[in-house]
């Protein structure tokens, strides 16, 4: 199992850029790692997916290095409605099924 | 359109019943997932349906949970014989597919409370 390390908590304030780095060590080939984003008392929220380099939308940017042991989330200019729990994910392929593994993910607190 | 919905959105119970806890994903996802969240932690993966295959048990924390999908559209997480520390939120997701590349979507979750 491709296990996932990021830290437990993040304080910004509102305006800056935000990149949250998760460490996936044991991340296998065919693995996609998704960033899901969790407010309270909601379900998740899919923010982006990357499988290398780097991945571009509206919401993130995810930037990914060659050997694929990392990664980083970066919100750019966050707001007081960012203030939620992120979770990264390494999406078990066994089988080619979506089977997604949450670790404890980072809380991120965004401060006026 | 609509998202994915449960129901009841908070259950109280007793040690020792058995309660049912409903699922609607979206329509046409043929994929369907079940994950429980105890207080303050991430998300424990409990089962997946898709089709009309045999569902994916081995989340499933022991005998006492088991879940039906019926017509490939509502699902049930029915628990047997609830114990204290079943009390977390069930949270239900649908996907277009089990593809890795399918985002999952998720419904806003059953807070259940075993007492």
């Known amino acids: 199992l491709a296990k996932t390390t990021q830290p437990i908590s993040m304080d910004s304030y509102e305006g800056q850029e935000v990149n949250i780095t998760c460490s996936h060590n044991?991340?296998?080939?065919?693995?996609?790692i998704t960033w899901y984003q969790q407010f309270p008392s909601q379900g998740p929220r899919f923010i982006i997916q990357?499988?290398?380099t780097k991945v571009t939308n509206e919401v993130a940017s995810l930037f990914i290095p060659a050997d694929r042991k990392s990664s980083t989330l970066s919100l750019p200019r966050v707001s007081l409605s960012d203030t939620a729990v992120y979770y990264c994910?390494?999406?078990?392929?066994?089988?080619?099924?979506?089977?997604?593994?949450f670790g404890a993910g980072t809380r991120l607190a965004v401060h006026p | 359109g609509a998202g994915v919905s449960q129901s009841p959105s908070n259950k109280v119970t007793e040690k020792g019943k058995d309660v049912e806890l409903r699922c609607d994903p979206i329509?046409?996802?043929?994929?369907l997932y079940w994950y429980r969240q105890s207080l303050g932690q991430g998300l424990e993966f409990l089962i997946y349906?898709?089709?009309?295959?045999?569902?994916?048990k081995s989340g499933l924390p022991s005998d006492r949970f088991s879940a039906e999908r019926t017509g490939g559209s509502v699902s049930t997480l029915t628990i047997q014989r609830t114990q204290q520390e079943d009390s977390a939120v069930y949270l239900c997701?649908?996907?277009?597919?089990?593809?890795?590349?399918?985002?999952?979507?998720f419904g806003p979750g059953t807070r259940l409370t075993v007492t």
């Open positions: 349906f898709q089709g009309n295959s045999a569902p994916d």
């Open positions: 044991n991340i296998a080939t065919n693995d996609y």
């Open positions: 990357g499988y290398k």
């Open positions: 329509s046409g996802h043929t994929a």
């Open positions: 997701a649908s996907s277009q597919g089990l593809a890795v590349t399918y985002e999952q979507y």
């Open positions: 994910l390494v999406a078990l392929t066994p089988g080619g099924y979506n089977k997604l593994i």
